[in-house]
């Protein structure tokens, strides 16, 4: 059986939000926020402030899991498991794609709150927007192309005639933190391809940041999932260990800083753990290059996003032939 749950209302229109808004009337966030668990909203209070970057004005109140709440959630998740894992291909690939339709629907909207919670100027924030509907879009593809391998066997003469059949399963609840820095693009990342291979999940957005991976789970209640299949649930650092040491819990996800994802790791116990760190990307500038060209894009490399991104420019190896005509343009440009 699928069970379909409603969410709160669809957000109000205001006046223009935002450095670089361009339209007199634009989706503003709502009020209040109710996380969501179980595949539920629960307007449990309204204790997390949510402000305005550009103006450091209120923008939002969110509703604040307890330890109980993500207890819950948790259980939630590990009873979902066999209807998540029975749930066939072409189910889980419709209500992803359903998912994509109605962010790509909701676009502008999502891009108002991303502009809001996050302080993107509006072209990037609708960049990830489509980068949000792209995964949705692409994990409805791959949960049809989850399949196994047939091995040969006869590598020596007692296992001749024999073959090996493997399959994929679905790992289990899957735990999944996210960051600050791209809100909807990392919270998709992870949610997609977790109903894509069948894995129900519990989700824990970065308290500046939650409108966004609050907007999914209010699209994901009306897509079809089994009940229990998804919790979205901002909660206070101090609540947060179950995310990561739970035993119910199979496969932790976390994109953030090093040091957090370490930490976070040797609490994992014998959960499997996926770690998104960073890098430390390098731009190289050899002596026949366009340097005009190759300043603008380490530029915008280096400070887009104010460098709060995993693929930031971070290290830039010069030709020596070039190298000071090109720090003096780089000088130039970042001033």
Known sequence: MLAAAGGPPRRAVAPG????????????????????LASEPVPAN?????????????????????????????????????????????????????????????????????????GKPIGDARGEVGRLVDTFTIAAEEALRIGGEVMPLDRTPRAEGTLCLTRRVPVGPVSCIVPFNYPLNLAAHKAAPA??????????????????????????????????????????????????????????????????????????????????????????????????????????GAFGQSGQSCISVQRVFVHADVYAAFSEKLAAAAK
């Open 17 to 36: 939000i935002g450095a670089g808004s361009d339209a007199k009337e634009t989706a503003m966030p709502q009020d209040r926020y109710p996380y969501y």
């Open 46 to 118: 309204a204790d997390l402030e949510v402000r305005d970057k550009y103006t450091g004005e209120v923008a939002a109140r969110v509703a604040l899991a307890d330890d109980a709440a993500i207890d819950a959630a948790v259980g939630a998740a590990a009873d979902a498991a066999p209807a998540m894992a029975a749930l066939p291909a072409h189910a889980r690939a419709s209500a992803l794609s359903r998912c994509a339709r109605t962010f790509a629907e909701r676009a502008e909207e999502l891009a108002r709150v991303l502009c809001v919670e996050v």
């Open 195 to 300: 109903i894509a291979a069948g894995c129900p999940f519990v989700l824990k957005p970065a308290s500046l940041a939650p409108l966004g991976s609050l907007i999914i789970g209010e699209v994901l209640a009306g897509c079809g999932l089994p009940a229990g299949a998804f919790s979205v649930l901002p909660c206070r650092r101090e609540n947060a260990g179950r995310f990561s040491e739970d035993p119910r819990l199979k496969l932790l996800t976390f994109t953030g800083s090093p040091e957090a994802g370490w930490a976070l790791k040797a609490r994992a116990g014998k959960m499997k753990v996926v770690l998104e760190l960073g890098g430390n990307a390098a731009c190289v500038v050899d002596a026949d290059a366009d340097l005009d060209h190759a300043v603008a894009r380490v530029v915008l």
